[in-house]
């Protein structure tokens, strides 16, 4: 089921790999998330700490997460 926008920090993020998690109230135990969903132009990265907007869709089994990103956008 697809959720709307909400705020979040990124709990981490492996440049490498191209994943990491974000935490916020909406999404207990965190939402997985892969570079490919980061809409910002050019190379697509975040860091730990950093705050963001994004929708996520639940009920989903992603590397152990039942939460999962589609579109992530840093927060200005």
Do not use: N
Not at 7 to 18: A, L
Not at 50 to 60: A, I, K, N, P, Y
Request: aromatic share 12%; glycine share 12%; net charge negative.
């Amino acid at each position: 089921m697809d959720q709307g926008s909400v705020d979040g920090v990124v709990r981490e993020y492996d440049d490498r790999e191209g994943v990491g998690v974000i935490d916020s109230l909406d999404t207990p135990g965190g939402c997985w998330l892969h570079y490919s969903m980061i809409d910002v132009p050019g190379r697509k990265f975040l860091f730990a700490g950093q705050l963001v907007r994004f929708t996520f869709e639940s009920e989903v089994e992603q590397d152990g997460f039942v939460f999962r990103a589609l579109q992530v956008r840093p927060s200005i």
